[in-house]
């Protein structure tokens, strides 16, 4: 049996069911004697007058119902959404405003919208590890760079910008173990370097802030993380 032999006995099939229960019959089948319903004598008089017609026509009146089912639930769902965003700063911050590329050599965080704020802030960690001291500060208007250096040399860098359209990060994913985690419920990645000669990343996005942020240090993993855990803004 082809597809469309079997298509057209299914439809026969759906046509034929529907008219039983139309008809109401019970399983004892007295169907001689039995009252028939207004809406399967229409039915029947439809079939017996043009039952190849009748039959193509119910199936695709189903197909529309089941459309038009379909299209209000969407519909419906989108108008919800769309009341959502409109009135929580929080569900407007969830839609989704950058992505992440991976390549051989770096990943590449990529901003699609512009953030709302008006004005970047400075950004601090609360929490910096012993002896270190900020010893500088960049302002490069939507982006800000921050050293801290301890009495040794060794540096761990702030870099947080907007989420404008057009920004990038790169980070350097060579030799890396990379892991998942969450910076203030806001997820993050996390760039674990497999010897000394590389330096470890955090990098984490807070939509609701229009901020992305990245940390990078030879420090271990788990200060990098502490530190942006405490991040607060000043002003």
């Given at each position: 049996?082809?597809?469309?032999?079997?298509?057209?006995?299914?439809?026969?099939?759906?046509?034929?069911?529907?008219?039983?229960?139309?008809?109401?019959?019970?399983?004892?089948?007295?169907?001689?004697?039995?009252?028939?319903?207004?809406?399967?004598?229409?039915?029947?008089?439809?079939?017996?007058?043009?039952?190849?017609?009748?039959?193509?026509?119910?199936?695709?009146?189903?197909?529309?119902?089941?459309?038009?089912?379909?299209?209000?639930?969407?519909?419906?769902?989108?108008?919800?959404?769309?009341?959502?965003?409109?009135?929580s700063p929080g569900?407007?911050?969830?839609?989704?405003?950058?992505?992440?590329?991976?390549?051989?050599?770096?990943?590449?965080?990529?901003?699609?919208?512009?953030?709302?704020?008006?004005?970047?802030?400075?950004?601090?960690?609360?929490?910096?590890?012993?002896?270190?001291v900020e010893t500088?500060?960049?302002?490069?208007?939507?982006?800000?760079?921050?050293?801290?250096?301890?009495?040794?040399?060794?540096?761990?860098?702030?870099?947080?910008?907007?989420?404008?359209?057009?920004?990038?990060?790169?980070?350097?994913?060579?030799?890396?173990?990379?892991?998942?985690?969450?910076?203030?419920?806001?997820?993050?990645?996390?760039?674990?370097?497999?010897?000394?000669?590389?330096?470890?990343?955090?990098?984490?996005?807070?939509?609701?802030?229009?901020?992305?942020?990245?940390?990078?240090?030879?420090?271990?993993?788990?200060?990098?993380?502490?530190?942006?855990e405490s991040m607060?803004?000043?002003?």
């Amino acid at each position: 049996m082809d597809s469309a032999s079997g298509k057209n006995d299914a439809e026969i099939d759906i046509v034929i069911r529907k008219g039983l229960l139309l008809a109401n019959l019970p399983a004892g089948g007295q169907a001689l004697d039995f009252d028939y319903s207004p809406q399967y004598k229409r039915w029947e008089r439809g079939l017996l007058k043009n039952p190849q017609r009748f039959i193509k026509k119910n199936s695709r009146t189903a197909f529309r119902r089941a459309l038009d089912v379909a299209a209000a639930v969407f519909i419906t769902l989108a108008v919800l959404f769309g009341a959502l965003i409109a009135s929580s700063p929080g569900a407007r911050a969830a839609v989704i405003r950058w992505f992440r590329e991976r390549f051989p050599t770096h990943d590449t965080y990529r901003f699609t919208q512009t953030s709302d704020a008006q004005e970047l802030g400075q950004w601090r960690p609360t929490y910096l590890p012993d002896g270190y001291v900020e010893t500088l500060c960049m302002d490069l208007g939507n982006q800000i760079i921050v050293n801290f250096e301890n009495e040794e040399g060794e540096r761990i860098t702030l870099n947080f910008l907007f989420i404008n359209e057009g920004k990038l990060f790169y980070i350097d994913n060579e030799d890396m173990d990379i892991a998942e985690t969450k910076i203030g419920g806001h997820a993050a990645q996390v760039y674990k370097a497999q010897d000394n000669s590389k330096k470890n990343n955090i990098v984490w996005i807070d939509e609701g802030s229009g901020v992305a942020f990245n940390l990078t240090s030879f420090e271990p993993c788990e200060v990098l993380i502490s530190m942006a855990e405490s991040m607060e803004l000043y002003g």
